[in-house]
């Protein structure tokens, strides 16, 4: 039994009359009967009571029409489903990401991605930038948002926005009222910054431009989120760098400043499994990709 079978079937039972389903299925009157003769044989049961003036179901053709709707309907589903997971508009997406991209591109990139793909599963984690390698590695999710460099020469990597840094006081330090500040005249501060382990890149920027500075800071507290920089930075601890998107956060007890040198900006980028042939990454890279030309 094939499902064109079922078709021609259903077609007869609704309309009861084998003129106007073959003319419904586009096809001869004579090829619809013998098909319907040939499924009846194959079931070794009597579909329709057939006479000169009219055709009527039997009891067991009309169980059997209730349930040929119920398979063509899961037939016509599934290839619905499965066209839209080939287009990268439905299946599972994990995606994770880095402290820097919940406050910049992210939720922007996440509420027009679901306003358009509703029928993608989206997985997120916030993850370290050393965890996403590692995830991708071992194909725990499809796609990272971190700070580059990735020494994995097995991923593939696009910058997708790049941001100044700021400085961060507790509002009670003597230059948070300034507008800008060098790092300069920071030389003497305790500094709270991320761990190297967790974003290598970023905290070796952040070295590399101390040195720039002509020094090298006093690194009182390593942390790995920016929520805890920020509560240390309130409670009078030290004083941190970061991604000028950081602004969005409304921290009590805190003030971000201008951080005046020439070269400065953090880089935020989209790295994924050279040999990922998930249609849905695709999909989701062309959403951010226009979101970032916008």
């Known amino acids: 039994m094939e499902l064109r079978h079922l078709r021609y079937f259903v077609a007869v039972a609704e309309e009861l ?51 040929a709707r119920q398979i063509l309907l899961k037939a016509d589903q599934a290839v619905k489903i499965v066209r839209q997971v080939a287009q990268g508009e439905s299946g599972l997406l994990k995606v994770g990401f880095s402290g820097f991209a919940t406050y ?64 961060i006081l507790p509002e009670t330090h003597s230059l948070a009222s300034q507008p800008e500040l060098t790092l300069l005249e920071l030389a003497h501060e305790s500094f709270i910054l991320v761990s190297r382990q967790l974003e290598p890149g970023y905290y070796d920027q952040c070295i590399s431009l101390f040195q720039q500075a002509g020094f090298s800071p006093k690194v009182i507290q ?50 994924w499994r050279q040999d990922e042939a998930s249609p849905i990454l695709q999909t989701f890279l062309k959403v951010i990709r226009e979101i970032v030309e916008d």
């Open 17 to 67: 009359h084998f003129g106007r389903a073959a003319a419904r299925l586009h096809m001869t009157q004579q090829p619809l009967s013998q098909q319907i003769h040939q499924l009846e044989t194959e079931l070794g049961v009597l579909l329709f009571h057939r006479t000169k003036r009219q055709v009527q179901l039997t009891e067991p053709g009309k169980v059997f029409l209730e349930e």
């Open 104 to 167: 910049s591109i992210l939720p922007k990139v996440l509420r027009v991605f679901r306003n358009h793909f509703p029928r993608v599963e989206l997985e997120l984690e916030e993850m370290t930038t050393t965890a996403q390698v590692k995830a991708l590695q071992e194909h725990q999710i499809h796609l990272g948002l971190m700070i580059p460099p990735v020494p994995d020469a097995t991923l593939s990597l696009e910058v997708i926005l790049r941001e100044p840094l700021v400085v």
């Open 222 to 271: 390593k942390a790995s989120q920016k929520q805890t920089i920020l509560g240390l930075v309130s409670a009078g601890m030290g004083v941190s760098l970061a991604p000028a998107s950081i602004r969005n956060i409304h921290r009590a007890g805190v003030v971000y400043n201008t951080l005046n040198i020439p070269i400065s900006e953090v880089a935020l980028a989209a790295v």
